[in-house]
């Protein structure tokens, strides 16, 4: 018995594992930029186990090796291009529904069984899918191979920035930093002009708590990762990249660099929006732990962003649609729609965000703590009413609507939130609480301005000034807290008109948009 189990799992053809590799490792290397490998995981294993166990149950089945792997892999084809497909036509024939393509795929997949099993021989067609899924696989490896040769050599070109490090500290206590981005949050100019949100009463609030308003900053780049890239290495991105394309980790930054030997502890919080760039972080605080949703396959809202994104390219993603006309069949903690999981899992993180970051100052670590927290709000989607219950605006018209509420709501959170940072901390800590850029789909007007507030206590606020921008903000700080002896740099934003980042040629240089009082 175990002899013939062995010479029928040798006769089984392999190929069709590496053919459902390559929407996975394609997929991931068309958003190599923003997604970790760790997110392919979960899905890529439980993948291949499902291809792996229908294998070997159509080849006891069939009895034939070679006619089930070509079976398998028909419906592998099918069921990843589905997506791809659709949102083809769908360009084209506005008109097109899901039931009609599921249905022509449907007989397209019984079509090509039929045509496989009539074949009385299969082993030129068996050989030329053995090679094509040999080859596409290699060629998504070889990409993300490059990519992160390409990293490296990054990482390794950024390192030892920091030489000559201040022996002389002017305060007798480091104080912790806490790092907080609220991802597409424009300035309260800005806010109240364009989406009728006045933000007045908790601006008043936070400065009479000590926080100062950079009311005429503007973001350097419009764009999370150039942002933050340009302002935890203190300067413009064409001053140490030959292209925006990829960048080196955020850990190999001059501002951890510099924070690392004076033996600061990094705290980063789980985030939508990484990037792929990693943070180096000593203690990173997550909702639920990668590891502890492995297997867990429903309810989807513990589904990350790539398996979401996955989902929408298969036809799993019209098939769960259909399910939902028949929701009340469902159990009540179960959410198909691979959309609204993601919603609903960026909603329950930003409210353990604000939960969780007003105990930071409790935790007991060795050294001062630099605390990276970044809330994806009011960055879309907009499922924030003002008062935090969940109200999703999604569509064009409601856009202004949906931002007004998420920054209302998220704004509305900071008096408290930081008013326990402040008071739990035993030496006053520096805050920063910035947007990274304005509203996405926006004109530079409204995209480039941001809210930019600084809490530096005992006069390291004297060196601000209204249009200080995110490239200076660790300048000051490092001179003031640190001795450095860093220049400030012209405050200059940069901005384009694709979705995707082009060379630094086709950067449009603006100056401030804001008036300042006085001038």
């Known amino acids: 018995m175990i002899l013939k189990t062995k010479m029928f799992l040798q006769k089984i053809k392999y190929y069709p594992l590496l053919l459902v590799s390559y929407p996975i490792f394609a997929l991931y290397n068309h958003n190599i930029q923003h997604v970790h490998i760790s997110d392919i995981l979960r899905i890529l294993s439980i993948t291949l186990a499902i291809i792996l166990l229908f294998l070997v149950i159509l080849g006891l089945i069939v009895k034939d090796s070679q006619k089930s792997s070509l079976y398998i892999s028909t419906f592998i084809f099918l ?29 397209i997949l019984i079509l090509s069984i039929w045509l496989i099993r009539k074949l009385k021989n299969t082993d030129e067609l068996s050989k030329f899918f053995t090679v094509v899924s040999i080859v596409l696989f290699v060629y998504q490896g070889f990409l993300a191979a490059r990519f992160e040769i390409n990293r490296m050599f990054l990482n390794s070109g950024n390192t030892g920035q920091v030489i000559n490090l201040p022996e002389d500290l002017p305060i007798d206590e480091l104080p912790d930093i806490y790092f907080v981005i609220l991802d597409g949050h424009t300035s309260s100019a800005v806010l109240k002009e364009d989406s009728g949100y006045d933000n007045a009463a908790v601006i008043a609030e936070l400065q009479e708590m000590g926080f100062y308003l950079a009311y005429c900053s503007q973001t350097n780049y419009w764009r999370t990762e150039l942002s933050l890239s340009s302002t935890l290495n203190i300067n413009y991105l064409d001053e140490f990249l030959e292209n925006p394309h990829q960048l080196p980790d955020y850990e190999y930054s001059y ?20 990037h792929n760039l990693s943070f180096g972080e000593d203690i ?3 909702r639920e732990r990668e590891i502890g949703n492995m297997f867990n396959v429903f309810p989807f809202t513990k589904m990350n962003a790539y ?23 469902l159990p009540a903690d179960w959410v198909l729609d691979v959309k609204t999981a993601t919603y609903y899992e960026n909603y329950n993180q930003v409210f353990y965000m604000l939960e969780e970051l007003g105990r930071v100052p409790y935790m007991d670590v060795e050294g001062p703590k630099f605390v990276y927290a970044h809330f994806l709000v009011p960055h879309e989607p907009y499922i924030f009413h003002p008062s935090g219950r969940y109200e999703l605006h999604i569509s064009d018209e409601e856009y202004q609507i949906g931002y007004a509420n998420n920054a209302e709501f998220i704004d509305s959170q900071l008096p408290d939130l930081l008013g326990k940072i402040i008071d739990r901390s035993r030496t006053p800590p520096i805050i920063i609480v910035m947007g990274d850029h304005g509203r996405n789909g926006s004109p ?7 809210l930019n507030l600084y809490y530096l206590p005992n006069g390291g606020d004297g060196e601000l000034y209204p249009s200080i921008s995110p490239v200076n903000t660790f300048r000051v700080i490092l001179n003031y807290y640190f001795n450095a002896d860093l220049e400030l740099l012209k405050d200059v934003s940069y901005y384009w008109n694709t979705l995707e980042v082009p060379g630094f040629a086709d950067f449009t240089a603006y100056d401030n948009f804001c008036e300042v009082e006085g001038q």
């Not at 589905?82 to 083809?88: R, S």
């Not at 979401?308 to 929701?327: G, S």
């Not at 530079?444 to 941001?450: D, E, N, R, S, Y």
């Open 284 to 286: 990173y605080l997550a």
């Open 307 to 329: 398996e979401a994104e996955l989902i929408q390219t298969t036809w799993l993603q019209p098939v769960l649609t259909l399910i939902l006309n028949f929701n009340e069949l």
């Open 444 to 450: 530079p007007k409204i995209a480039l301005p941001i």
């Open 79 to 107: 069921f990843f291009s589905y997506g791809h497909i659709f949102a083809y036509l769908d360009q084209v024939w506005p008109e097109i529904r899901h039931r009609l393509v599921l249905l022509s795929w449907f007989l």
């Open 255 to 274: 501002v951890l660099q510099f924070l690392d030997n004076y033996g600061y502890q990094k705290i980063k919080f789980e985030t939508k929006a990484d």
